[in-house]
Each structure stands twice: as C-alpha cells, then as structure tokens.
C-alpha cells in the first residue's frame, strides 16, 4: 500500500484546511485509514480514523478528545480516499500530519504511513 497526502498549508487560528490522502496498491486489504500527527518534540498522536469499505454514513470513526467537534473524518472509498476537514484550527494544532492504512495481509495486521503534510496555525 501507497499513500499519498495534499492539502497541508499555512492558516490563521480560527481557519479551515482539508487534507486529503489516497491509497494505492492492494487497497483490497486495508480496513482502516485515517491521521496521526507529530509536533516537535512530541510523540505522533493519532487524530482520527475511519474503518474502510462503507459509506461515510455507515462506518465508525474515531477521534482524539482535543479534536472533537472541529475535525471530521470522511472516505471515498471508490477512490480510496480518506480526508480530514479541520475547522476552528488552534496553534496547537501545528504539526506534520501522517495519513496511514491499516490492511490485513494473511491476518496479520500491517499499518503503512504517507511522508506526511505540514499544517500551520498561526496565532
């Protein structure tokens, strides 16, 4: 599997960004995808995820409490996309977001990371 992000950037507190990332190779076996970030000196953190092959509607999301109520995780699985729309941005959102898979391959569970996308929340 294969990932590849856009829609990082730089934005004012309070601003919007939406991140995309689309998965590539073997996308048949991935079950989940979704974003991790890492700030300086911090350990990367998971964001959010969806569980892949439904709707939006359909599939369970999970999310980190500092996230809640401003980001929203959403996936298109007819293109294998996933996206993160980011609203009410803090600084302290600042970081490199990861977008990542989870597939089963022979039932063992292998996770796959994209280079990551700079967001940038000035004060």
């Known amino acids: 599997v294969q990932l590849q992000a856009s829609g990082g950037g730089v934005v004012q507190a309070g601003g919007s960004l939406r991140l995309s990332c689309t998965a590539s190779?073997?996308?048949?076996?991935?079950?989940?995808m979704g974003w991790f970030r890492q700030a300086p000196g911090n350990p990367r953190d998971l964001v959010a995820a969806?569980?892949?092959?439904?709707?939006?509607?359909?599939?369970?999301?999970d999310y980190a409490d500092s996230v809640k109520g401003r980001f929203t995780i959403s996936i298109d699985n007819a293109k294998s996309t996933v996206f993160l729309q980011m609203n009410s941005l803090k600084p302290e959102d600042t970081a490199v977001y990861y977008c990542?898979?989870?597939?089963?391959?022979?039932?063992?569970?292998?996770?796959?990371y994209g280079p990551g996308t700079l967001v940038t929340v000035s004060s």
């Open positions: 990542y898979a989870r597939s089963i391959v022979f039932g063992t569970p292998k996770f796959y």
């Open positions: 190779n073997s996308v048949f076996s991935i079950t989940h």
């Open positions: 969806i569980n892949s092959g439904g709707s939006t509607d359909d599939a369970s999301t």
